[in-house]
């Protein structure tokens, strides 16, 4: 007889409340359903428990914009990113430099998600995983890249390539109907004003000098608003006129942006460097000020030894 | 205002002596004009005039996807034809009872021995199921085409194969009785629109001033989008197509929207040929049709919308004056054409026209 009050028989399943299964999918392969939104937590006055974390924001409380951290990348066993750490300090104006085959293009290509990691992170800032987003992604988050040849709409005008790279909504539905309003107007004024193609605005980008199209290129990245500007030789085939413009706009724009600027032209590096880095072989080689580091004895190795 | 930024006042006037012609002068000299007059227009140029802005539609339709996006399409008579065929069915029912079986059958489908209509033709007596079917196929066919093709990053001459081979496989398709639309025949001797016959000269021209006036608007539309912004992320993906993506554009849905456009119109103006023409059979999907749609295109000028218009309007006049004359010997003009106007006209006749203004 059953007389203890122990129930040895399984537990009452818990009630639902007639309401359906939140879980239940109606055939096997039906995506689960998503978690309800969880309501934003209050902002905390106290900063040691529990940060706010915004998905997709920019977190430069760290004074880091970028982290790369044990980068390596290979093709077919050529190891052309080995073991590569580097950090950039929101506001940085940082030099790359070293010989050919460093692995400088390679490392601009994996921080803009054209080439990813055999292994290694990349942060952009605290929380934004670089490795685990789409180049359209990781440009809309606020990486702008200049290429080595520029790269620019040649069969618009100037004013009409800054309208393209403009911060907005670009999915398609909105782009047919887009008008220009006039604060976005201003802003291709004030942008075409600081990388000196006022004058030029109406003309075709195809008819502009070498120094204007790389100098237009900037100004589309500068539309885009971006936190952190990758340039790679940005005064390739320039003027030594150009090539002190630009620097002048480098020096402008730090602070503001983070700038990262791989360049072979040591006169301009000498003029915009605050920080330099050297790779070598995938890797870093040395940093420092460009003194320190123009007069290391690896550095002098590398470039003048073989 | 939207007027100004489709067209200046010159554009506009243009335009509207375009409409005068096909709307009023046209019209009188066919059917207000007796036909022992020199000036009548006759049933056969009536034909041969809805025919050619039916081309012209397609034109537009290439220039928006080759001469602003820069996608290269050898495959669009596929488009073409599948709006023909989704069209077609629904005058192969409306001719009834009335075809050599006397059955309410098509022909070659009681020559065939079918005792049912097979799955395809379901609701195809319906004249607002064919319309959707003229914009529905060839739409879906080029949206999932395209979305396979643009996320694969497929470009350049490698695209323009592929859509070569997916015309050809439509037609090997389209050849054979199975497929159920007709085989090499495919469908024709067409008795009635809406209940009212088609072999009069009234509804010859109603459908002539139509076609017309779905030029002029595929017109319009176009020059809508190429003045947008839209256009303009079109024409720089065709120029630098990774900048614009580091730019923040996904432009796989720019390439799908404006393939898939190009898709609809070509089905548009297929639907618009076949009562016209009387017939559409798989031929009308060889490669050698799609390979024509691009050099009425590229003789008119690229990337200018009108231009191509023109060059649809020239190569097929002078097609039908050719093949008239000396009909062995069209091909070898046509191929000398592309090659005169790819070594001398790179911006077709629309850029020899501004070059002669530039210089006056």
């Known amino acids: 007889m059953e007389t203890s009050g122990v129930n040895l028989k399984e537990p009452p399943a818990m009630s639902t409340g007639g309401l359906p299964d939140p879980d239940h999918r109606p055939w096997p392969w039906w995506p689960p359903a998503r978690p309800a939104p969880v309501a934003p937590r209050p902002p905390s006055s106290d900063a040691s428990y529990g940060r706010q974390v915004d998905p997709g924001a920019l977190d430069v409380r760290h ?20 073991a590569l750490s ?58 702008g890249r200049k290429f080595q040849k520029p790269t620019i709409f040649e069969s618009h005008s100037a004013f009409e390539n800054l309208e393209l790279a403009m911060k907005a909504d670009k999915r398609v539905r909105r782009t047919l109907f887009a008008r220009l309003s006039s604060e976005e107007g201003d802003r291709i004024a004030a942008t075409l004003d600081r990388i000196g193609l006022a004058a030029s605005a109406g003309r075709l980008a195809g008819l502009l000098s070498h120094g204007q199209k790389q100098w237009l290129e900037i100004g589309m990245l500068l539309m885009q608003e971006p936190k952190l500007l990758l340039l790679d030789e940005p005064v390739a085939g320039m003027s030594d006129a150009e090539t002190e413009r630009t620097a002048e706009l480098f020096v402008s724009l730090a602070g503001e942006h983070s700038l990262v600027v791989v360049e072979h032209d040591m006169a301009f590096i000498a003029s915009i460097a605050r920080k330099v880095t050297v790779l070598h072989e995938g890797s870093v080689l040395a940093e420092g000020a460009l003194e320190v580091v123009q007069n290391d004895p690896r550095v002098i190795e590398v470039y003048l030894g073989r | 205002m939207i007027f100004a930024r489709l067209y200046g006042p010159k554009g506009w006037i243009a335009l509207a002596c375009a409409a005068a012609i096909v709307f ?16 009548h227009m006759s049933a056969f140029g ?41 069209f077609g069915m629904y005058l192969m029912r409306q001719i009834g009872a009335d075809g050599q079986y006397r059955v309410d059958m098509p022909d070659f489908m009681v020559f065939l021995d079918w005792k049912a209509f097979p ?34 990053r497929v470009k350049g001459v490698y695209f323009s194969i592929i859509t070569q081979a997916l015309t050809y496989a439509a037609m090997l398709l389209f050849f054979r009785n199975a497929t159920g639309f007709g085989g090499n ?26 076609t017309g006036a779905t030029v002029i608007a595929t017109l319009l539309l176009g020059r809508f989008l190429v003045t947008s912004k839209f256009g303009r ?26 393939w898939t456009l190009s898709a609809v119109l070509c089905g548009i103006a297929g639907a618009l040929y076949v009562p016209q023409v009387g017939i559409i ?33 020239l190569v097929n006049g002078a097609k039908s004056v050719f093949t008239n004359a000396f009909p062995e010997y069209w091909l070898y003009v046509l191929g000398l054409l592309f090659i005169l106007v790819t070594l001398f006209l790179p911006n077709g006749v629309v850029g020899l026209v501004k070059r002669w203004r530039r210089a006056a």
């Open chain 2, 24 to 39: 009023g002068v046209f019209p009188v000299l066919n059917l207000v004009v007796p036909p022992d007059n020199p000036f």
């Open chain 1, 63 to 82: 004074g880091v914009v970028l982290y790369l951290d044990n980068i390596s990348v290979s093709f077919d066993g050529f190891l052309a990113l080995n």
């Open chain 2, 185 to 210: 025949n495919g469908f024709t001797d067409f008795k009635r629109i809406l209940g009212i016959p088609i072999a009069t000269p009234e509804m010859r021209m109603a459908l002539f001033a139509l």
């Open chain 1, 86 to 143: 580097l950090a950039i300090d929101a506001g940085e104006l940082r030099c790359v430099i070293g010989p050919n085959g460093a692995g400088k293009t390679t490392m601009m290509d994996v921080i803009t998600g054209k080439t990813r990691p055999d292994a290694g992170s990349a942060f952009f800032g605290q929380t934004i995983d670089l490795t685990r987003l789409s180049e359209a992604q990781i440009a809309h988050a606020g990486i």
């Open chain 2, 233 to 258: 992320v079109l024409a720089a993906i065709r120029d630098a197509e990774a900048r614009v993506m580091f730019c923040g554009y996904d432009t796989l849905w720019y390439k799908l929207f404006v």
């Open chain 2, 119 to 152: 799955w395809q033709w379901w609701n195809s007596d319906s004249f607002l199921w064919a319309a959707f079917l003229v914009v529905a196929v060839p739409g879906l066919l080029a949206f999932v085409f395209g979305y396979f093709a643009f996320r694969s």
């Open chain 2, 46 to 86: 009536v034909q041969l005039g809805g025919k050619i802005m039916c081309y012209m539609i397609v034109a537009i339709a290439m220039d928006l996807v080759w001469g602003y996006a820069g996608i290269l399409s050898l495959g669009h008579g596929l488009f073409f034809a599948l709006g023909g065929y989704a």
């Open chain 2, 281 to 313: 059979n798989p031929s009308e999907m060889s490669p050698a049709n799609s390979i024509e749609i691009a050099i009425w295109a590229a003789v008119g000028g690229r990337g200018t919308l009108v231009g191509p218009v023109i060059g649809a309007g």
